[in-house]
């Protein structure tokens, strides 16, 4: 197992950032030519590059599927390509898989490419994959912030006017609104919703469920015991990883 905590220059965002990457050694699912299938794992609002492997057993996981992890940073960015400020829809979505092939080995093959996250990264991962579906092989979320407008508008985490308009700026697009997004008729890949029945995003993840119902997008949905909080996520991310690795 080798664990990268590295910096990086994307020329998207026109600096420096920090990634971290997990490497599986032994269980290393390596393909024919080399590279490593791998999971684009986002980060929470209040977290960081470091969250995910320094709050789960990410490595045991990883190394268990033989799935590649990479941990971009975003700060408090949402993943939007920012009203005032920087890109990281596009840093994520296009320019990421490439710089991380060119140093990592990470493949650029849809069908073993995957993204996942928890709460305003659990809204990364399915805006990725509900955008560029033809990008990824399966996609998952764990207490992620499925209705954006409504989140904005109800300012949970208490965030700023100056704040919020950086990043939306007057009113959330169609292109950012999942719900909107999972109309859109395209097909989806396999994905995998979860919450916490006490999580405060429980409500908005469960319309979420049944609006992909209603659109007839294919996913799989789960509901336990639970808060927005890492033993939650712990048990998330090593299902997610059982998931995405069935097929390998």
């Known amino acids: 197992m080798a664990y990268f905590n590295t910096t990086l220059y994307s020329p998207t965002l026109g600096m420096m950032t920090d990634v971290a990457v997990v490497i599986p050694d032994n269980g290393a699912k390596r393909l024919e030519n080399g590279d490593y299938p791998v999971l684009f794992l986002l980060h929470g609002l209040s977290d960081n590059h470091t969250a995910w492997s320094r709050r789960t057993k990410l490595d045991l996981y ?10 971009p ?16 829809f596009d840093y994520i979505a296009k320019e990421l898989p490439e710089l991380c092939h060119q140093f990592f080995r990470t493949t650029l093959d849809p069908a073993y490419t995957f993204v996942a996250g928890l709460s305003m990264g659990g809204y990364g991962a399915m805006r990725c994959v509900l955008t560029y579906p033809e990008r990824y092989a399966k996609a998952a979320c764990t207490s992620a912030v499925t209705d954006v407008v409504r989140f904005f508008a109800d300012n949970p985490c208490g965030m700023g006017q100056a704040e919020m308009t950086s990043l939306i700026g007057e009113a959330v697009e169609d292109d950012e609104d999942l719900f909107t997004l999972a109309a859109s ?14 999580d405060f995003l429980i409500e908005d993840n469960r319309r ?3 609006h992909l119902l209603a659109c007839g997008v294919a996913h799989k949905y789960e509901e336990w015991a639970g808060a927005h909080e890492w033993r939650f996520w712990d048990t998330a991310i090593e299902k997610f990883l059982r998931f995405f690795a069935e097929d390998l």
Do not use: D, W
Request: charged fraction near 15%; proline fraction near 7%; include cysteine.
């Open 208 to 210: 979420f469920h049944q």
């Open 185 to 198: 008729g395209k097909t989806f890949p396999p994905l995998y919703q979860v919450c916490g029945e006490s």
């Open 62 to 71: 990883a190394e268990e599927t033989g799935i590649a992890i990479v941990m």
């Open 73 to 88: 940073e975003v700060q408090r960015g949402f993943y939007q390509n920012m009203a005032y400020g920087l890109p990281y």
